[in-house]
Nanobody, 122 residues
Framework: QLQASGGGLVQPGGSLRLSCAAS????????IGWFRQVPGKEREGVSC????????HYADSVKGRFTISRDNAKNTVYLRMNSLKPEDTAVYYC?????????????????WGQGTLVTVSS
């Protein structure tokens, strides 16, 4: 199971930290990705992290503003989001993949958690 949390309403320029808590599988065998989706649009990749945490990748739209990390002792991945913009508003999902790649392709991820809503608005 993957459970995303930490979403909410934040003003432009603000920050949020999302968490993705895992259970029921060997967490450090899997890469984890964050995706987001706006109603009526395709789900897009935001960031991903390898099973060890040694490799990370970011979509160009969030590079320099978002930071992904993981704590394998706590079975949790985090997404720190700074300098938030209205266009970051979306439902954010975490998902697992048995292997790591930089391409954030949805079909590489075999299990998805429920999303958490992030709204950036004044």
């Amino acid at each position: 199971q993957l459970q995303a949390s930490g979403g909410g309403l934040v003003q432009p320029g603000g920050s949020l930290r999302l968490s993705c808590a895992a259970s029921g599988f060997t967490f450090d065998d899997y890469a984890i990705g964050w995706f987001r989706q706006v109603p009526g649009k395709e789900r897009e990749g935001v960031s991903c992290i390898s099973s060890s945490g040694g490799s990370t990748h970011y979509a160009d739209s969030v590079k320099g503003r978002f930071t992904i990390s993981r704590d394998n002792a706590k079975n949790t991945v985090y997404l720190r989001m700074n300098s938030l913009k209205p266009e970051d508003t979306a439902v954010y999902y975490c998902a697992r993949s048995p292997y790591y790649s930089d391409y954030l392709l949805k079909y590489e991820y075999d299990y998805w958690g429920q999303g958490t809503l992030v709204t950036v608005s004044s």
